[in-house]
């Protein structure tokens, strides 16, 4: 079980970051894959997550900025990222789970995404 996550970095507000997890066959094709995010002091939060059949799920704050879409022939799992604000700022983790509405038991590596103003 291997989930690999890559695409951050540092970019301004209002700019775009598209962040990829690539996910290994079995994982892929039976759960829900997504994506998390934490700050220092805080707890990780959802960010987007999305399941085989297609169906999304969304933070409040990222609806209609971030889209989170899936490629099953390179089972990998992508997060658009547009209008970026810095309270965007974050490790933003790739986790794999049964559900698209609870976190799952499978994390990948951090990747900082940093907004500046």
């Known amino acids: 079980v291997q989930l690999q996550a890559s695409g951050g970095g540092l970019v301004q507000a209002g700019g775009s970051l598209r962040l990829s997890c690539a996910a290994s066959?079995?994982?892929?094709?039976?759960?829900?894959i997504g994506w998390y995010r934490q700050v220092p002091g805080k707890e990780r939060e959802l960010v987007a997550t999305?399941?085989?059949?297609?169906?999304?799920n969304y933070a409040d704050s990222v609806k209609g900025r971030f889209t989170i879409s899936r490629d099953n022939a390179k089972t990998t799992v992508y997060l658009q990222m547009s209008r970026l604000k810095p309270e965007d700022t974050a490790v933003y983790y790739c986790?794999?789970?049964?559900?698209?509405?609870?976190?799952?038991?499978?994390w990948g590596r951090g990747t900082q995404v940093t907004v500046s103003s």
């Open positions: 986790n794999a789970g049964t559900t698209i509405w609870t976190q799952g038991r499978y």
């Open positions: 066959g079995s994982i892929f094709s039976l759960n829900a």
């Open positions: 999305i399941n085989v059949g297609g169906s999304t």
